[in-house]
């Protein structure tokens, strides 16, 4: 804790005095366009990854960046009915990593006696086990990882659709959704092309639509 | 999206490189010896704030940075099992801030018929109104929503020792929770002092403990 | 109720004779390939509007056959799973109806303190009026009551793909979800067509698939 | 699906016009006297069996034809309170059958693994196996399920009963429960008589009370 | 709080040692027959009410003295599976009484704000209101009242058939249910008899069987 | 029951007439100032023990003394806030007990099948284990139950300051929270001390206060 408290003296006296205009303007509200939704895991740094500033994007964390389907009783549900209808985010992304320990708990479970609650939340990421055992009966422990944690993704994506404000968000055409993987060890990201059905580098666009996908209403 | 999608080459050609050898160690497991609970407000940032790396902070974010009393069914739970049982964190930081618009909502609640989920999540700081109502009768909104926020901290702390890898880490005396309120216009950071039963700057000790209090098992 | 039994006795003696062979073969198990899941409304009689015989559907029935999302503690996803899972069914059909009550509901809803299991009920079907009020804001109320069945069989398309075993099925290509409109005064009904994102009538294709769109794997 | 196509094509060309007036009057409302619960098994053809039309029995579906135990957040409460509360009805039949799977699976549970949400569901009739370990100690299998099927009625005739609405209509004495076990094989109906606490045929009356039991409040 | 420390000083002085043979024998372990359900509420003792000795009454008491239809997650549940399946309790006593100040706030409810947990508990006994509306639409408050408490006792009379052990001793007549209310300001308890349907004061039998109805599984 | 028909014969006829004034004054409206939480083991009896007259504790039992962690839908909250924030009671005294069954069941799980809701019951106690694996790693068993039932009513007390009326009520100043252990065999009651953190006799003091602690705000 000590490392912390020094953290926050070194980013008070050497770090705030450059950004106060900033800081000072956030301290009447905040305006983020995004909702990044990732991992609690600590190698993730969300701000540096997309060198966004503080302000631009509202971040909820968890251990596995799961979204259960929409219960009206769970924080996720609150926390993201905040950010579409009370803050207004235009997107939603759900960004996975490489080497998620959530994940590989989702292939290999532990114990639950020790872990009741995580045997529990997990159960909100059955379908990917039963998705990969019937799609990838024969692929090796790492490949499997890196699939699982693509088919993580995919499914938080169909479960953010069960949410009523994401729905008429979708509905209305003024909310899209974007699934991605973070590979720690190369820096790179990689967003779901539901055209293409699969995942692959995010590149720029002239017509400043970046590589977002365009989300569309399907059955 | 574009300007995230611009954020993540930067970060890949530009920033990446200077730091491939944390990320290539990184890539092979995580040993944070912190878990950071806070807000998904898009003003934090909390490994700027904390001036740690990638890896040193387990992060969970929420509206409102909610703990709610143990129930082995939230995601709340599963992510603090994680954190303490299989990483092995031996501090937990709860961190509230200025202007939180959640803790503003708990105060004036938002229609339920528009936010049927955050209604039921603001039911899990039921007691800071309480408190508030019966301890500042007389406050002004400005000072009650600071006050709130503090109180908001303290009643999380407690519905972190409900949680049973928290009791009993804290009672082995290998688990520290610490309390703590950011203020986004000034950059500080306060501490709750349980002797003093207030909160108040972050000192740093000469004897290595930084100003993190001793977490005491209570009645 | 005597009605009821003077039926069953006519069916036994009069009836059931011409189809022994078919009971006596149903006796020895079921393998029906479609699921069809509509209302519980009276009008409603699947066989007789399918022209299917004893063994054809399974069929699951609630006021105003919703499907909440994902959560395994409820008796739509046992019954879904129990579809899936142990019979096997390839083709799971959502069929609301004109003049459901309620769908009814949704719009105009019942006192809670009256109907507090039916209130809860349709917070299942929340997405509705949300999605009703920002598309169609001008609507008269019988064009908006067409619509809100529309929407609401949509939705519980949506909430079908986070079920397990249906996320499961569509991975590998063998379950199709289809959503369709039964139109009680016309014996009409529309099925929705995911290409033109609206519902049509249902037309025979020489090809064998029927008007059954494809059901894709979506973003 | 095709089929189900073709069946809704002839529904419509060969069967619809001569029920046309039928149709055209139910589409003002519906007011079924009889709620009608049974298992979503598709042997099971409600209207056939009681040779009933469209309009005459509001019929609600599940796997193993369980009705919980009042529970204000199951879709089963919500339907059932529609039932008695919104649309009046005087008699609720709850009607097993032979040879149904779900109460199979609660003499024989499937692997929770892969059935966690009906592991979930059977836990519902868990008195069922209680009650025939104790009672029936030495039965054969096909014994053992026959009478499990019976239970199973009984049981949720007294799941029923917790039902404010239920309850409500049962003191006044406006409505009626009755039990019924159908054996697909024979065609044959047997109804539960609270007087010889045993099922039997059903009988006419010529008092016009068919066999249905008088239902009494019990302690 | 001294008063009550000044009780177990004086209990243990004055009292213990003329029943330290009990106390020693029950250190051993329990075996009451009985299991006693009743209000919290101070006025009840029911040691002194059955003039019963400590191992006589396995007591469970919680504000309105309700059973909630079973549910494996409620503490009354857990209780209730402990007294007949561990302990093996033969006889169930609901205990209801007069100027029940839980069954008051069914027949006036209490803010929810305020009483958000109360109100909650009250749902369970939903049905009571519902009933009196229904069969005592004229009744004055006070006869309300009184009509209430017993109507409440009936219905945890149904609840308790709906929990597994209970449906299982019944089914096999090793368990009895009987349903009391206590009049406070004059002593009496009296009985419900279901032949008569009505409560009654308890009478002795010669016959051993004291005024405890039998027990009928009813439907 | 022919027993307990006799007692109330008994109390009525020969107790009742002593106390008449007493009960009639009761009748009019109960004022305790302690909430007495406590097992529903036979062998207890608070009034007896306290050497409290009807009137003077409102009592909450179940089996293990267990207050779970505030949740708004279960009966011990509702009881909490019905003592609290209605009645006002000044003090809350959770009271464990020596040879507690389901204590022992903490330490020696029955088979959740025989025992589902029981075993959902425990997980409430799920820390109690885990501090006794930890601190205890030796202890033999007849010791670690004793320890267990201490550790079991620290929990309680922790789980208590979740409940909003008891967060309230604590920082306020204007309520007090008590651990106690009852040993059966020798009448003795040890009471938590949280300056020396272990149980030890009550005492008397002479200034009023009793042996009850004064309850912190702790962190
Ligand atoms: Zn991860
Ligand atoms: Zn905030
Ligand atoms: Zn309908
Ligand atoms: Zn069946
Ligand atoms: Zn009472
Ligand atoms: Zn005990």
Redesign the interface.
């Known amino acids: ?12 006296s050497e ?2 005095g450059s950004q106060r205009a900033l ?2 303007r ?2 009447l ?2 305006r ?1 366009e ?1 909702m990044f939704i990732t991992c ?6 969300p ?6 500033a ?10 596995g960046n ?1 979204v ?16 579409v ?3 207004g985010v235009r ?1 939603i ?1 759900v960004c996975g990593h ?2 998620c ?2 994940v590989e ?1 989702i292939l290999d479970p ?1 114990p639950p006696a ?5 045997t ?4 909100n990421a ?2 990917t086990p ?2 990969l055992r ?2 990838y009966p024969e692929a090796d422990p790492t490949r499997l990882l890196n699939v699982a944690v693509q ?1 993580n993704v ?2 938080q ?3 953010l ?5 994401v ?2 968000g979708l ?2 055409g003024n909310l ?4 991605w993987v973070y590979k ?6 990689f967003g ?1 092309d ?1 055209q293409a ?1 699969q995942f692959g580098p ?4 002239r017509d ?6 365009p ?5």
């Open positions: 804790m000590q490392r912390l408290v020094e953290g926050l003296h070194h980013f008070q770090i705030f800081f000072e956030l301290a509200g905040q983020p995004t609690a895991d600590s190698r993730i740094d701000n540096l990854l997309t060198q966004t503080p302000g631009e994007l509202f971040i909820m964390r968890n251990a799961f259960p389907p929409y219960n009206p009783h769970s924080g996720e549900a609150a926390t993201i009915e905040f950010a209808a009370a803050i997107d992304v490489s080497h320990g959530a708990a532990p020790r872990f009741p609650a995580l529990n939340w997990l159960a059955e379908s039963r998705i019937d799609k088919e995919l499914m994506l169909e479960n659709r069960t949410h009523p404000v729905a008429s509905a209305q899209n959704l974007h699934g720690i060890e190369t820096g790179e990201v779901y539901p059905r995010l590149t720029l666009h400043g639509e970046g590589a977002a996908p989300a569309a209403r399907s059955v």
